[in-house]
């Protein structure tokens, strides 16, 4: 079984996934009211110009001012910061509050952060990555066999005016000929021309091009010659898609497929409870062994355990496999999970070195059909392996969840008997500074139970010394880690 992409389309949002061999890879979601903003170009007006962290803030029409670092501004004869090995110069020599300025967005908002720009602008077609203010042409790193690097690079050099800007053939181009080649050109030039007519008459903050929705995205950065189908379950996108894939990839067309079945889409291949599963803290492995990943503000942790695998042989052949296995599923719950930034992988301590060097050979070579850009490090004095993954959109638990409203994201709460001794502190700091008849404690039901039941001899004592009565009242809405003291 080949691989196969899955677009499941209803009003409020779009998801499409790619499953290899029947198994879940990667998920994409793409809300109404919410889209990416990743490849977006607009005009923007400079808000705040900050020295001290070589930034600006830039106003684009979002709720939080986006962020635009000095290496990513262009800087006059094509060189940038981050691709060149030169000194950037100092954002207030580049920037002025106020000033106008075309960007494109690098990276979602995330969190409690603004999205990130750049300056270097770039647009994208099947085959080529257009950068108007760059020169030269640059090979996806994908493309391994260097006589076909060698030939993509120099059929579009032969088409190529002086000056024309900067390309880069993308992993799609693999194979494709010097006709397909010029006729994605000749789209990009006319794409190219007609955003710079519509600059002139943009107010700032409007967009001055939006990158395709994501089911058209799915075809364009999505497909290959492995994907052997693509199936849609809403006609009016099938009907889109196919307009599409007959205009810039017609080697598609022949793909995709309106999916008719009773049963929903992702009921194929279990798709929905394994995008369930993903959200979840806790992945079990075959042998018997878990994962546990957690993930924080700084960087995402993956701890392996081997749980109830228990091996034949000895205890290093059992540790071993386990983290064998576990190398492969990390690779992939990455993808699934869309985690990037700092990983730091926890597997168990191996003592023979040659394991150690078999597992992390095994997640690198898990990691090869990942398309986001990565770095293992190898692993750390610590015995951690670390490891980088760019990012550029939300995680699948960031887009799919919320902080918990009662643990407000901690991930656990006070214990009962914690609350409870709580409560008796703010009686007694109330007893000593106000004058009343009784106290009433407000709180959550299993707190009442326990002050009722095992505390009742702790609150028994407590009338006693502040002289006063107390009286309880279940709050059927209060959090365990709510509760009030009135005064009566």
Known sequence: MSSEILINVTPSETRAVVVDKGVLQEVFIERTEYRGLVGNIYKGKVCRVLPGMQAAFVEIGLARAAFLHASDISIPGGQTGDLQEIEVPSISTLLREGQEIVV?????????????????????????????????????????????????????????????????????????????????????????????????????????????????????DLFSPEIEKIRIDSKETYDKAIKFAEGFMPECASRIEHYKEGAPLFDLFSVEQEIQKALERKVLLKSGGYLIFDQTEAMTTVDVNTGGFVGHKNLEETIFKTNLEAAKAIARQLRVRNLGGIIILDFIDMEEVEHRDQVLETLEKA??????????????????????????????????????????????????????????????????????????????????????????????????????????????????????????
């Open 367 to 488: 990691m090869m059909s990942d398309r986001a850009r990565h770095n293992i490090c190898g692993v750390s004095e610590l015995g951690l392996v670390e490891m980088t993954r760019k990012r550029s959109r939300e995680s699948l638990g960031h887009v799919m969840c919320a902080p918990c409203p009662t643990c407000e994201g901690k991930g656990y709460t006070k214990s009962i008997e914690t609350v409870c001794y709580e409560i008796f502190r703010e009686i007694l700091r109330e007893a000593k500074q106000y004058e009343t008849s009784q106290f009433l404690v407000l709180a959550s039901q299993d707190v009442i139970d326990r002050l009722n039941d095992d505390d009742s001899t702790y609150i028994a004592e407590l009338e006693q010394f502040i002289g006063k009565p107390i009286a309880f009242q279940p709050e059927f809405q209060y959090g365990r880690e709510q509760f009030n003291v009135v005064l009566m």
């Open 104 to 220: 494109q967005v690098i990276k979602d908002p995330m969190g409690s952060k603004g999205a990130r720009l750049t300056t270097q602008l770039s647009v994208s077609s099947r085959y080529l990555v257009y950068m108007p203010d760059t020169q030269g042409v640059g090979v996806s790193l994908k493309i391994e066999d260097e006589p076909e690097r060698d030939r993509l690079k120099n059929t579009l050099m032969s088409q190529l005016e002086s000056e024309a800007g900067g390309y880069i053939l993308r992993t799609a181009a693999e194979g494709v000929t010097e006709t397909e080649l010029l006729a994605d050109l000749q789209f990009l030039h006319r794409l190219w021309a007609k955003l710079m007519d519509r600059k002139t008459t943009l107010k700032c903050g409007d967009p001055l091009y939006e990158d395709l929705p994501l089911a058209l995205r799915a075809l364009r």
